[in-house]
C-alpha cells in the first residue's frame, strides 16, 4: 500500500474556512481516484468527497456540496479538500484514501472501494 499523509486539521470557528491536504508518499504512485472521508464521535465513516485522478472529475455528498472543494497536485501528489462555510456538524476526523484501480460498478462513495487509507485529520468547528 502507498502510504497517505494527512494534515493541515485544527480547530476553526463556524463560517471559517480551513484546507486539509493528502500527500502518498514513499514512491512514485498512480491513483485512478482519491477520496475524503470523515467519522465524527459515534457516528459512522461517511462519504465527503472524491475525484479521479485523471481529468479530474470530482464528486461530493450532498452535505458539504458547493462549501467543499476537492482537487489534486499530479506534481506534489497530494489531493486538497478546502472547507469553506464550516458548521459544527463538519467536526470529525478526515480520512483521505487511494483507489488503485477502476472497476465496472465502482462506486467512489463507498469506503470499502478505497485500497489505501490515511491516518486520520482532526477537523473541530465551534460554534
Known amino acids: 500500500q502507498v502510504p497517505l499523509v494527512e494534515s493541515g486539521g485544527g480547530l476553526v470557528q463556524a463560517g471559517g474556512s480551513l484546507r486539509v491536504s493528502c500527500v502518498a508518499s514513499g514512491r512514485t504512485f498512480s491513483f485512478f481516484a482519491m477520496g475524503w472521508f470523515r467519522q465524527a464521535p459515534g457516528k459512522e465513516r461517511e462519504f465527503v468527497a472524491a475525484?479521479?485522478?485523471?481529468?479530474?472529475?470530482?464528486y461530493y455528498a450532498d452535505s458539504v456540496k458547493g462549501r467543499f472543494t476537492i482537487s489534486r497536485d499530479s506534481a506534489k501528489n497530494t489531493v486538497y479538500l478546502q472547507m469553506n462555510s464550516l458548521k459544527p456538524e463538519d467536526t470529525a476526523v478526515y480520512y483521505c484514501?487511494?483507489?488503485?484501480?477502476?472497476?465496472?460498478?465502482?462506486?467512489?462513495?463507498?469506503?470499502?472501494?478505497?485500497?489505501?487509507w490515511g491516518q486520520g485529520t482532526q477537523v473541530t468547528v465551534s460554534s
Open positions: 475525484i479521479k485522478w485523471s481529468g479530474g472529475i470530482a
Open positions: 484514501a487511494g483507489r488503485y484501480s477502476y472497476s465496472i460498478g465502482l462506486i467512489l462513495s463507498n469506503a470499502p472501494e478505497y485500497d489505501s
